[in-house]
């Protein structure tokens, strides 16, 4: 099936407002471009997440049941890399943007953080601020 990836860029200038993303880790390495991007898993040797099939991140299928269960009606997105100059950096299913309401991001913290860091290895939450991506428009 066709579906349409929007990089971050497109995601601001759509919605104008805070994007948040769930950035899937592989073989103990993030795929974020992004500057003080924290990495959860940092040594080669962790056999389960080594020898994962890629075509399906372990741990995306069960964020989709858990928000369909606990944040019915949230609308999430796969997304692409940020583009810089034009160009697409990274693959398309290492991100899935969450288009939480202020209340879905208290509750998905509540039960998948711990002190900002995600207590499942396998992802963490990342917010991109709008402000940010506005004012380095404006720099332009």
């Known amino acids: 099936m066709t579906q349409i990836v929007r990089t971050p860029e497109e995601i601001f200038d759509d919605t104008k407002k805070d994007i948040y993303f769930l950035e899937f880790i592989f073989k103990g390495k993030s795929f974020t471009y992004w500057p003080k991007m924290r990495l959860i898993i940092e040594d080669d040797d962790n056999e389960a997440h080594n020898d994962l099939d890629c075509d399906d991140p372990l741990g995306k299928a069960a964020i989709i049941k ?49 002190g900002g860091l995600s207590i499942d290895p396998r992802f963490q939450l990342c917010c991109l601020q709008y402000k940010t991506h506005a004012k380095n428009l404006k720099k332009l």
């Open 66 to 114: 858990w928000l369909q269960e606990h944040l019915p009606g949230t609308k999430w997105e796969p997304m692409a890399p940020p583009s810089k100059f034009g160009l697409l950096i990274g693959g398309i299913d290492e991100r899935m943007c969450i288009h939480f309401d202020e209340n879905g991001v208290k509750e998905f913290e509540k039960h998948w953080e711990n």
